[in-house]
């Protein structure tokens, strides 16, 4: 009663919600009759409270709400699991939650990503309680008791139609096909799931409740061999709704397989089945809703038939099957007619009827007549009735029904054969998929049967719910007592037991006039009184009611006793029977057998139909009789239960609705399993979690070593009543409600932590706050009180000098006034004074203008008086002087008449002489000046006049010629006349053309005009692309470093890619080496058996005679020799090829030989020139040795032809006659002529090798006194003389006259000569490698120069394409062709090349010659290349003749010992020199196996790798190859190398699982690898070496190709470590980084439910995070002892973490309890750890910081704030590592430990998806934990002397000798 209190939460009952959340507010007390709540919506209730025992039930605690197990939770009751369910699915997106035992899965309408491959890898392995629910779990904890315990199991998935039934069963299998591998075939899971369609198709319909609906039910038995493997499978099918083919509700569907015919009826091998569209059958329309949205039903059939295929079953009985159900469609068309109340009629001419005979293969007439009539037999008589149409219908259905079930039936069957397996079944896994409990408005016998079906599994759950419990209980020995439970046995016993409903119902099936009626009646009359659970209704006399577990359910009793009896018309089934298709004849095979052992049994006269009625057995026996079988079955399994929820009926996504689910919780058992489980202890804690979670409840006293003691003292101290708990041997039981009593504690004592702890910083915050205050108050008032007697000194002496001031200023401002006074008494003065002074000048002033003013007035007024006198005067005077001059004119005319008139004007002409006179001198002047003028003038004339002159003596000169010419003017005139003509033609011509012309100019100016128009667009445009091109010039080099790094990406992916390929290419070849194995020893049996047959030789392939060696060398490593067969072959065929092979292989080295002689004659020709000029000594004998060596050539060609002969002998394909056989005379005579060609060419070699060293004696001597000889002693008194030579020796050797002794010296002087010539090749090649360097880099710019000219090509018009594409074309082959090219090798070519592209765009031509200039020279500098080449070969060849040499000398020195000399001799000490290696070991020819069984088969790495040079194995083989290389032994080398292989391979094959031998033969494989590239002469590898290497390397074999192979064996080892490396770390990884809590503190573990982690059983060893660093430190130490490189050494480390982040992140994906605020901050706690290991060893720089990344953000994802859309944008910055489906996971599975948490809302995850979604990532959830990262062996010359590796004893390789 203390727990209702104020605030406490209850749960109160709702007709809609079911039940709403409310908060007490006041403590509820004993004797009160009402509570006071409050809803969550802030409405308040008053609850009636009748008793103590009638309280609301509590609410769980907030931290316990969203569990994964229901039994966590405190407080056990239907609200609280209902919330539970609702939270997980509707908030957290979960669907699968555990109660206990069971898996709850809600269907989602949707489809989810948790059922991936990676998810079935993240299950597989690991215990149920370690991950999320998932049906994966299950199926693991079934997989692993059956593996475990040897136990059969059995899961039972229920659940209503469209809870996910069928997907869970189907989901549940795909894991058991994924996790087993098959032994009895490779496609046996493909065909288990194959199997899954087939039934969906023929089973399964589209119902109003789901559109893939189960209407049948089935248990799939998956049987498993001694390894766990799929061997088979085995299906039993209940209660096929067989109705649904002839009637289908609204909104239904018939199965789908009708359907998927209707929409394949266009194909052509469905034409003869006359089908249409699903409209167009009566089978299929009654529904009205044909199609299901989202489904083809096309495709859907496509799967169905190559699932057919997949099961063995043939295309034939396919189509077989195919036609039986298109006659059904046709059928269900079939019209009957009604000719009365009790006759009807089919018309014979029925189109569907006669398609549905013709497609059953049986005649028309006759089955249309047993539609209409049946037969009656009694007694004594048989007679045919007719039937009323209803009949017929319901026959015609009936048969429908009869034939669908038997076809049904035989697909199961057939079904099972398939999948049967020839091996034995050690134990199987059940699935069954069941309906579950129904109850519908109508119910009727399908419903009666289901809901029987359920009692009995029902029953079977509640024993084995309570079995369990008893079980823990004695487990842990706790007393306990009987748990009552529902038992439902009365249910049982009322519908099977005697009398019951079935026995009734069968009872009334035999009477002859049995009905629905009668039956009723029996039951009530009979059942009423003796059984409780049955009971009818009020108002009805034709159903029942019976009490299930689930709710009581009314059945209506119409259609029982029909559907029981199943009967159908026997003359109907007769006329099939006489069916000739074979399909049809067998699905009746069982009637005719059954018929048969009747009519063998003796009868009994006059009792044959009851006989017969009695052996047919009814639906409900034949369904009472399966079920009791199944129930055996279940059992004597193991069950797993999967319970699957209807969330609503509308099929909404993540939609809950409270009351259907409460329905199917009550039906499913799932709230009498919490029932169950509160009624016991629900709650248990083992100690650990009890201590880590409740220890803030104890006192430090009471914190006692002995986690149990110390936890069985607080509960005494906590929990008063004994009952409450028990405690166990490993756990500690709790009643209900009582861990969320003591969350209530831990949270009480927290807040009260919380509270003293706030107290407590509060007050030292506010005494803080205090003293500072305090402190800056007494400062404050120090200062202040040192500023006011400042102040008031200051004040003072202001006072003093205010006294003086005032003084002063008073003084100033008494003689300031006074003379303020007196300047104003003066200014007044003046001011006034001179105001009297402007009064009288102003007066003045005025009478002066008065009087300017009047004298103007006055001079005005008589001015005007005197104009206008003037006037008048000036009119009289005009007036006068007018008449007087006309007087005077009168005189002058009479006077100018006269001659004094005359004299008058001569006196006026003087005047003008005068003037004239004047004018005349100053024209005189003017003259004089022009006459000066002049005579410059003609000065310049005369000069000009000379010229002409001349010009015209020029031009009579002309003028004679011009006479000449004129002779010739007829002739000239009539050529005129001519060009005359011609010239009008022309004329014309031209007017025409001008016309033209000026037509054409004003076309063409109209062109120009549009031209410019465009001109100055595309200039425009232009622009705009110089500026685009710009742009994209600056996208582009974004994009080149884009598409680099993206090229980089690929070249990665693809190097994963090949080495993933070479993974599964190794798997393969193991496999088929274990199928050959396998094979081989059937093989043998067979012989033993059948010892006559025997293998011919010619029955192996030519090719393993070359590998023969080391596959016997394998097959020696196995333990297995096989004896191999003796018998001669008739015809040796590899015998011939190897010949072949032979000579091709002669014909090359003399063909090398050949190649080498011509350049060194060149080379001798050049300096024989030379030396010509200088000394002419040693010419004739020169001359003499060349036409020697040119007749060894001569004899050579000769044995070329021979050669040549013999190869085309051996090799011709056409000839009529067969190859010789060996033996035989042919045969012989080859053999010898290969033998002496083969001798004879051996001698040659050394005739031309003495020839050419004794010419280059005469060479050395000739250049003696030279600088590149001053060297050479060629003193002929060490030369041996012929006498001293034994003349028994081989007449071959050519030793005679010390001709050998030449040949060597002459060796050694040419060595000298070509080492002096390779160093200054090298300087030179050097100086070049340093120019071409810069040379590529200008190319690069240039190149990228010519992309950007193809870009602008690209935009230019159609016009200018074509010739901007041909100077593209021709610039990007000339840069092609320079790429090889030497540029600073030859002066001339510096600056070609930066030029050379402008030269294409100004002269194609000139570009293109200046190409074809480069080309030649590049072919050149290849020529060139080639010499050198051919020099470093010869150097080689020259060294190997030079050990031949020196060998032949010591054999000669050993053979003929110097003759003994007589005379006394002087005694000498002699001193023994140090011997000198050469880095080689000489081993026998079969002595290959032996060194490798004890250098790599029997060797253990761990005593190599600590005490001996690392890469100790790989030196001692590599050693062994240069002996052989040395040797020239190809078939020595072969078989090394590839025994070395297989036997490496065999190694890792047995020792795989070995960490150290991994390693160990990675390091040796890659240090043989490098010494391969070290050792072989190229220069790119020969770099670091040391002169002393140089000379050790390999010189006989180019042996690149092993490269190869030895890289392929090197991943396949990498491969196989980190395989190895991850089973090693994968236990360590999820409890040392997620479960094991490094930093203790308050927040402990939440409560768990029945499905405990298995790291929490107390006394288990905690796995930490050191545990982990230990494994990985013991890893990179053994790397590092066994010398493998740092750069692969850091790939792996990088490898090693990507394995921990992606194991830890997936886990902490798939498991709510693991998100968490603290559980982040360990996270990133342990990743520092892992942080500083790298740091530690110097590895941060491996890229494996990097891979942890993803783990780091998602600790990061738990820590930060999840509230606001800030903070939804800051984990989208922060988590750049994870996907979008990764974080919204973790989001949803974030669970408080504590209550001060608080959870991640739905609208924050939504905003969060909304930012996330335009990321471009994997939808993937999963980190794919097998991902291997591609792997590089970078090549690392080793610094170790071969010469000084020390070979240990303790290898057992004495048989080796050091060269």
Known sequence: ME???????????????????????????????????????????????????????????????????????????????????????????????????????????????????????????????????????????????????????SIIISGESGAGKTVSAKYA??????????????SIEEQVLASSPIMEAFGNAKTTRNDNSSRFGKYIEIGFDKKDCIIGANMRTYLLE?????????????????????????????????????????????GQSPVIAGVDDAKELCSTRRAFSLLGICETSQMDIYQILSALLHLSNVEVKEMSSDKCSISPDDAHLMVFCQLMGVPCEEMAHWFCHRKLKTTTETFVKSVPKSGAVHGRDALAKHVYARLFGWIVDGINKALTSAGTQRSFIGVLDIYGFETFDVNSFEQFCINYANEKLQQQFNQHVFKLEQEEYMKEEIPWTLIDFYDNQPCINLIEARLGVLDLLDEECRMPKGSDDTWAQKMYNTLLKQSAGFDKPRWSNSAFIIHHFADKVEYQCVGFLEKNKDTVNEEQIHVLKKSKFDLLLKLFEDDSKATGSARKQPSIPGRAGKAQRDNKRTVGLQFRQSLHLLMDTLNATTPHYVRCIKPNDSKTPFYLDPVRTVQQLRACGILETIRISAAGFPSRWSYQEFYSRYRVLMKLKDALPDRRQACKNLLEKLVKDQEKYQCGKSKIFFRAGQVAYLEKLRSDKLRSACVSIQKTIRCWVARRKYLRMRESAVTIQKHVRAHQARSYTKFLRWTRAAVVIQRHVRKWACRRRYLRQRSAAVAIQSLWRARTARRQYYKLVYEQKAVVVQKWARRWLARQRYRRALAAVTLLQSCVRRVLAKRELKKLKAEARSVEHFKKLNVGMENKILQLQHKINEQHRENRELSERLAAQEKTHSSERDGHSRETEKLRNSEHEARARAERVPSLLEQLSVLQHQLDTVRRERDDLEEQTKLYREQTQQVVDELNTKNSQLKSNVDQLNEDLLRRARQATEFNFDNNQQLEKNLTEERSR?????????????????????????????????????????????????????????????????????????????????????????????????????????SQQEKAKEAEKQKSVGRTELDLETLKRRELESENKKLKQDLNELRTSLTNESSAAAPPAPGSLPYDVLLEQLTSSNEELEMRKEEVLLLRSHMVRQEALKHKDSVLGEGVNLEMSDVPSFKDVDRSTDIHTLNEDGELWLAYEGLKETNRLLECQMQEQEGIHNERYLQLLDEVNKLKSEKDQQQRLLAQSLLLPEDARIDAS?????????????????????????????????????????????????????????????????????????????????????????????????????????????????????????????????????????????????????YIIFMCLRYADYVSDDKRVST???????????????????????????????????????????????????PKQNEQCLTNFELSEYHQLFGDLAIQIYRQMIKCMENNLQPLIVAGMLEHEAIQGVLGSKPTGLRKRSSSLFGAEAVTVEVLLERLSFFHTAMSQHGMGADLIKQVVKQQFYIICAVALNHLLLRKDMCSWSKGLHIRYNVWQLEEWLAERDLTDCGAKETLEPLVQ?????????????????????????????????????????????????????????FLKDRDEPSSL??????????????????????????????????????
């Open 3 to 153: 727990l209702y209190s104020q605030r406490a939460r209850v749960w109160l009952p709702d007709a809609v919600e079911v039940w709403r959340s409310a908060e007490l507010l006041q403590d509820y007390r004993p004797g009160d009759t009402r509570l006071s709540l409050q809803l969550e919506d802030g409405t308040n209730v008053e609850h009636k409270v009748e008793q103590a025992s009638s309280l609301p039930p509590l609410r769980n605690p907030d931290i316990l709400v969203g569990e994964n197990d229901l039994t966590a939770l405190s407080y056990l009751h239907e609200p609280a699991v209902l919330h539970n369910l609702k939270v997980r699915f509707i908030d957290s997106k979960l669907i699968y939650t555990y109660c206990g035992i069971v898996l709850v899965a809600i269907n989602p309408y949707e489809r989810v990503p948790i059922y991936e491959p990676d998810i079935i890898n993240a299950y597989s392995g690991q215990n149920m309680g370690d991950m999320d629910p998932h049906i994966f779990a299950v199926a693991e904890e079934a997989y692993k008791q059956m593996s475990r315990d040897q136990r059969n199991q």
């Open 173 to 186: 299998m795909r894991y058991f096909a994924t996790v087993s591998c098959s032994s009895g075939g490779a």
């Open 242 to 286: 067989k109705s649904r083919v002839v009637f289908q509700a609204h909104g239904e569907r018939n199965y789908h397989i009708f359907y998927q015919l209707c929409a394949s009826s266009h194909l052509p091998e469905f034409k003869a089945f006359r089908l249409g569209c699903a409209d167009d059958f009566h089978g299929t329309n009654q």
């Open 1058 to 1162: 090949y080495q993933s390929l070479l993974g599964e290419h190794l798997d393969l070849e193991d496999q088929h080496r274990r199928l050959q194995e396998e094979m081989d020893l059937s093989a043998v049996e067979q012989k033993s058996s059948n010892s006559s047959h025997k293998r011919t030789d010619s029955s192996y392939s030519s090719n393993s005679s070359d590998f023969s060696e080391s596959s016997a060398f394998s097959d020696g490593e196995d333990g297995s020799a096989q004896s191999q067969d003796k018998t001669p072959a008739t015809v040796d065929l590899p015998v011939l090829l190897k010949l072949q092979r032979r000579v091709k292989e002669l014909e090359q080295e003399k063909q090398s030989l050949w190649q080498q002689l011509d350049t060194r004659e060149e």
């Open 1366 to 1514: 041909l100077n593209h074309e021709i610039t990007r082959l000339t840069s092609e062709n320079l790429v090889g090219l030497n540029f600073r090798a030859v002066p001339f070519l510096h600056g070609t090349v930066s030029t050379f592209c402008s030269t294409f765009s100004t002269n194609p031509a000139q570009g293109l010659y200046s190409c074809l200039l480069l080309v030649s020279f590049q072919e050149r500098m290849e020529q060139q290349e080639k010499q050198d080449k051919s020099i470093r070969k010869l150097k080689k060849q020259l060294k190997s003749y030079m050990r031949k040499v020196e060998e032949f000398e010591a054999n000669a020195q050993q053979t003929n010992p110097p003759p003994v000399m007589s005379a006394p001799v002087r005694v000498v000490n002699i001193t023994r020199k140090e011997k000198e290696y050469q880095g080689m070991l000489e081993y026998k020819e079969g002595e290959a196996a032996r060194l490798l069984k004890n250098l790599v088969i029997d060797l253990k790495p761990r005593g190599v790798a600590v005490s001996f040079l690392p890469g100790l194995p790989a």
């Open 1536 to 1586: 090394l190398l590839n025994s070395t292989i297989s036997s490496i391979k065999g190694v890792i094959k047995r020792r795989g699982d070995d960490f150290e031998a991994a390693s160990f033969w990675l390091a040796n494989t890659c240090r043989l690898m490098n010494c391969l590239k070290q050792y072989s002469g190229d220069e790119a590898f020969t770099v670091h070496n040391t």
């Open 1754 to 1810: 998602a600790a990061q994802l738990l820590q930060i704030n999840k509230k606001t859309d800030a903070d939804a944008r800051a984990i989208c910055e922060m988590c750049t590592a994870l996907t979008t489906a990764q974080i919204v996971k973790v989001l949803t599975l974030y669970t408080p430990v504590i209550e001060f948490e608080e959870r991640v809302t739905t609208a924050f995850i939504t905003t969060l998806k909304t």
């Open 1822 to 1859: 999963m980190m794919d934990v097998k991902r291997i990262f591609s792997v590089t062996f970078p090549f690392t010359p080793s610094s170790v002397a071969l010469e000084t590796v020390q070979i240990p004893t303790s290898l057992n390789v004495g048989f080796l000798n050091r060269v």
